[in-house]
């Protein structure tokens, strides 16, 4: 199976600062990878797919980039209510595999 | 808007089978792709997909779980069902439901699952 690492595990972010998340493949996925974010006590929501398509809802802030095996997540701006952790998951092979997530927290 | 709700024990014994149904509202267990995912999560830890399920029946497993996972649909229920056999407490998780064959746009809040004696 695919192994998808990402880091780093804890971002300590201040609002208003440009935030940047990695996720690693251990072969490529092509640009089958996505985000979702998910909030304390709540399921993960789909963020970005395709490694650079927003899901409907999610604010231009947010951006994906990246194809074969680095992708990268960017907030461009972070407000109070995008502190959450965030998971990449690729849909290039089965079994679908998530990477552990980042976690961005308040600094 | 779709929904899905799991629902199930929350204490199972060693070696006992895991048994969790999800109900869909708001939607058809026919459409939206028709394609049902069981995904758990360890505490504190990451997502690990379990299998999906086709709304026709057909179904495709995480080969780490093959066999001991049975994913079942009741479309005369809008449920569809998960069975893990044999359990430990590694398999002691938050289990959600979810909507999606590759990319999953529903998901269920999940519920915990406590393997213990």
């Known amino acids: 199976e695919i192994v998808m690492t990402q880091s780093p595990a804890t971002l300590s972010v201040s609002p208003g600062e440009r935030v940047t998340l990695s996720c690693r493949a251990s072969q490529s996925v092509s640009s089958n990878l996505a985000w979702y974010q998910q909030k304390p006590g709540q399921a993960p929501r789909l963020l970005i797919y395709?490694?650079?398509t927003r899901a409907t809802g999610f604010p231009a802030r947010f951006s994906g980039s990246g194809s074969g095996t680095e992708f990268t997540l960017t907030i461009s701006s972070l407000q109070s209510e995008d502190f959450a952790v965030y998971y990449c998951?690729?849909?290039?092979?089965?079994?679908?595999?998530f990477g552990g997530g980042t976690k961005v927290e308040i600094k | 808007q779709v929904q899905l709700q799991e629902s199930g024990p929350g204490l199972v014994k060693p070696s006992q089978t895991l048994s969790l149904t999800c109900t869909v509202s708001g939607g058809s267990i026919n459409s939206g792709g028709g394609y049902w995912n069981w995904i758990r999560q360890h505490p504190g830890k990451g997502l690990e997909w379990i299998g999906y399920?086709?709304?026709?029946?057909?179904?495709y497993y995480n080969p780490s779980l093959q066999s001991r996972v049975t994913i079942s649909v009741d479309t005369s229920k809008n449920q569809f069902s998960l069975k893990l056999s044999s359990v430990t407490a590694a398999d002691t998780a938050v289990y959600h439901c979810?909507?999606?064959?590759?990319?999953?746009?529903?998901w269920g809040q999940g519920t915990l699952v406590t393997v213990s004696s």
């Open positions: 979810a909507r999606g064959r590759t990319l999953v746009d529903y």
């Open positions: 395709g490694a650079s």
């Open positions: 998951q690729q849909y290039n092979n089965w079994p679908l595999t």
């Open positions: 399920i086709y709304y026709s029946g057909s179904t």
